[in-house]
């Protein structure tokens, strides 16, 4: 299963650049001990005074803190509680209401994201945060246009490493690797120098090892995470992605020593699905089938609780092991129309229409990321499969010309299966030419 950093995205672009008009965040520069230690401080100070909102806004932000390190739901909803008791005394607070929409993107609730982001933005018009925010809930959203227009607008007011990070998201999300490439080493010379700046760095440097991910440089990824865990020696995102590059190249004992140490410190859904296919690789069946198990009940229970911010990472899973493909489309098309209706989330509801042998259903999915210019190697061949598989034999035949031959992470399984149909085109000439004629009427095709 390969995961696209964009959704992950929501949990560490947020922080980049909010904050830096002078005055940091609590948590920022703060290790793990260094926060549980605070965050102990203004619990007692909050039993003393429950209405103080100088240690609500603290606790807050150092939860909101130690989610960006973990990744955990769990950290981010005890922020948002935080938060909300703020705004429980002052509605019109403007630390209480960024902290709330900062949470709840966060948590992958995009839409009281968008919400709380537009009541921010009546309270703070002129605030360049309070833009970025709404610019992140549109984008999280895959309201692209709106996202795109917020950004330059804000890009406009002042360059800094917020305002290049999201440029260079927008251009990933567009196919355009050069400009995120461009934007994404713009945003990291423009993080403030301080050592408050660390976990700002860690995290952008993450984003281009992504891109490294996207065009086949797997080296630079890698040296790229280790960078990023220099600088931020618990960031749990990192170590994960070191250990699938690990498990990619066939260093299995590496991958296994760090999915173990991280499995254990925090079972995130993730990480048992990933540690599940390490023990595939490992040739035992039966862990893997533990861990994947393990991680399906955790989504299972999260999804019957109301809690969907896991569930498109079980679809995935489902996906690539072709198991309960028809439960996966259902929860596919669920998240898409309730939670976002972002490119990968068009992309794997396109996907999963084709595998469950509908082809034709799951086409507009996929003609609105290719629309948008959306292009990594693995929609490429999933595109020109969906495609071909509804019969329409000259696009497939152009997506597959396109695609990027060879390229890392992508599985084994879509490349034998784009090979496959690759080989049926050209032993079927005429299927391809008749759709051109049709196409072209008074055009020659050449090959």
Known sequence: MKINFRYFFCVFLLPIALGHDGAHAPGDGLKRPEIEKNVSTYQK??????????????????????????????????AEHYFRQILAFDPVHKGGLMGLCKTQLAQHGFRTGL????????????DLNALLLLGDAHFFLGNYPEADSIFNQAAARIENSGTAARLAQLFETQGKYDLAYKWMGRAYQLVPEAATGDGERAWILTMLAELDLQTGKVDSASESFKKALELEPEMHYAQWRLATIHMHQGRLDQARSILHDLI????????????GQLWER??????????????????????????????????????????????????AEKEYREVRQDVEGAELLGWLYHLNGRSKEGLPYINRALRLGYSTPRFLLRAGLVNHGAKNYLQAAYLFQIAVKDVPFVSETLLKEARSAKAWLKDNPGAISDQFKKANPTATLTR
């Open 45 to 78: 100070q909050l039993q003393k005074n429950t209405s103080d909102l100088n240690a609500l806004f603290h606790l807050g932000e150092l939860f909101e803190k130690l989610g960006r390190i973990t990744g955990e739901h769990e950290d981010f909803a005890k």
């Open 115 to 126: 919400q709380s982001a537009r009541s921010l933005a009546e309270v703070a018009p002129q």
């Open 264 to 275: 254990h410190t925090q079972e995130r859904v993730s990480y048992m699905v990933t540690y």
């Open 282 to 331: 490992l040739n035992r069946p039966d862990r893997a089938k533990y861990w994947f198990e393990k991680a399906e009940s955790r989504v299972m229970a999260e999804v019957a609780s109301g809690d969907v911010g896991h569930m498109r990472e079980l679809v995935m899973l489902w996906a690539s092991t072709g198991n309960n493909l028809e439960k996966a489309l259902t929860f």
